[in-house]
């Protein structure tokens, strides 16, 4: 693992963290919501057997990266070019688990002579989706924190922070509140002793000094994106659980029959967190060549 904080050019440093080969195939992985740069991710011994050089880092506000306020999805695109620059790439993938989904659609999009592949597991859609009914199927804590978002940012920020502050302090209490929710396929995942253990700590990191990435994550998705779906002309896959109530399967339906020659994979008796037991085979779809 190698760290190193990269200058953007408005005076922001974005917190960068590598994994795997170094001379393997580039791959980036944009976090979920909330996340950070520190996974969880497929072992070091998986990623070198992949031929994989995994590049993360911590989205604006999120752990050790500079705000960006105002920010749109649109915006991680312009992070992770600056990113490739500093590193000296020219051709990367990009793949997106929930949250991060959307990011690294905005990077398909914006950086066509730059991305080779772009995955997307249990993503968002747009919230103006034509067509989409964006709240069906979605948990009762998640339609309740986007429709905060909609009845007025500053009554959402201030619950945001109290949360995150409580998070801060114990890590695994988001862990904790998600459990209710969950399917059982989902609870025996994150009530795995590894992957408890990476969730705490991409939720420590996330939250180490503000909560305003999380903040600023879910403004990006319920405004306009900043870019359309339907511009993205390289090979994009998407995975999603059948079972998933967190991003509802019909966000990556929607998603793929928006773009050109989209493949779709839906997994039945999987969920939301069922997206980490793929995240290899998406890193080795994302990072073949052509």
């Not at 001379?23 to 011994?45: A, D, E, K, Q």
């Not at 978002?149 to 114990?170: K, L, M, N, T, Y």
């Amino acid at each position: 693992m190698v760290l190193q904080l990269v200058e953007v050019g408005d005076s922001r440093s974005l917190a960068v963290e590598t994994f795997g080969d170094p001379h393997g195939r580039p791959v980036f992985v944009l976090h979920g919501t909330p996340g950070s740069r520190v996974g969880p991710y497929p072992r070091t011994s998986v990623l070198y057997r992949l031929g994989v050089h995994l590049i993360a880092f911590d989205r604006p506000g999120y752990g050790d990266s500079t705000r960006l306020p105002g920010r749109r999805v649109a915006s991680a695109a312009a992070d992770v070019a600056a990113i490739a620059d500093a590193l000296g790439l020219d051709e990367i993938a990009v793949l997106g688990r929930s949250g991060g989904g959307p990011h690294a659609l905005a990077c398909a999009a914006l950086l066509p002579d730059r991305v080779s592949r772009v995955a997307a597991l249990v993503s968002l859609a747009p919230r103006n989706a034509e067509g989409l009914d964006w709240y069906s199927g979605m948990t009762a804590s998640n339609v309740h924190a986007y429709q905060e978002v909609e009845r007025g940012q500053h009554r959402f920020a201030a619950s945001f922070q109290a949360r995150s502050r409580r998070i801060r302090a114990d890590p695994a209490s988001v862990i904790e509140g998600l459990v209710p929710e969950l399917g059982p396929t989902d609870r025996a995942l994150v009530t795995d002793s590894g992957i408890r253990q990476r969730l705490i700590s991409t939720y420590r990191q996330a939250f180490r000094n503000s909560a305003d990435g999380w903040i600023d994550d879910v403004l990006a998705f319920t405004t306009d994106w900043g870019f359309k779906v339907e511009d993205i002309a390289v090979p994009t896959r998407f995975w999603h659980g059948a079972d998933d109530q967190f991003s509802p399967v019909d966000h990556s339906r929607w998603l793929a029959d928006h773009i050109p020659g989209a493949e779709l994979y839906l997994e039945p008796g999987a969920a939301h967190f069922g997206a980490l037991q793929v995240m290899a085979e998406a890193m080795r779809w994302a990072g073949a060549a052509d």
